[in-house]
């Protein structure tokens, strides 16, 4: 299934899916505690080559190609979202922004990075709903590791490329998923209790 999504994110174009891809891959051969480390040590190293190589090639295709030529490294990298941060914080005032509830007349508040879009829109008060949401379902994961590391890839991911929590059906797409991982995990964990109570 991982080899599907990474061809249908080479199809796509789009950038951080190549993150996710590496991070998660990454994160499932170095905690998984059937592999011994030198085969987690040579497939971590060909993951880190095949990343860097596909975003090498996708960076050399316009219209990123031209951006970099220019100078503009970050641009071409996150798709001018940077660039669309400095505009925005320069247009930051008292009267179009509250610390504690975010954005209130500012025309263009979506960037695309996620916490910088939670703070904008919600403020202080929403990052603190956001962190408090993200660590109790934590707490829900914490004995699978694959749900650990779907949550983690996700999370950055959406940091970089924002509309994980944007989009309510991605929202419900990932929590869906996270509590079938733990279900599986809590289901085979009461099968081996129930055989060791035999």
Known sequence: MLLIIALIALVSGIKGV?????????????CDKTLDRTFK?????????????????????SPFKELIKSGELLTAIFSY???????LISELTKENF??????????????????VDIVLFFGVIGLMVYTYFVFN??????????AIIL??????????TGN????PLASLLLILTLFC?????????????KSNSL
Do not use: H
């Not at 993150?19 to 499932?28: C, G, H, S, V």
């Not at 379902?137 to 694959?146: C, D, E, G, P, T």
């Not at 994980?164 to 989009?167: D, E, I, K, T």
């Open 18 to 30: 190549y993150m996710a891809e590496f991070m998660a891959m990454t994160l499932i051969v170095f």
């Open 41 to 61: 040590v040579k497939s971590i190293f060909v993951l880190f080559f095949v990343f860097i190589l596909v975003t090498l090639v996708t960076l050399s295709m």
């Open 81 to 87: 979202r940077t660039d669309n941060l400095v505009l």
């Open 98 to 115: 509250n610390v504690l509830i975010g954005a209130t007349r500012l025309l263009k508040i979506r960037l695309e990075l996620q916490l």
């Open 137 to 146: 379902l934590y707490k829900i994961i914490r004995k699978n590791y694959l």
């Open 151 to 160: 949550l983690v890839t996700a999370l950055t991911t959406s940091f970089f």
């Open 164 to 167: 994980l929590f944007y989009l």
């Open 181 to 193: 991982l733990n279900e599986k995990v809590l289901g085979a964990d009461k099968q081996i209790e």
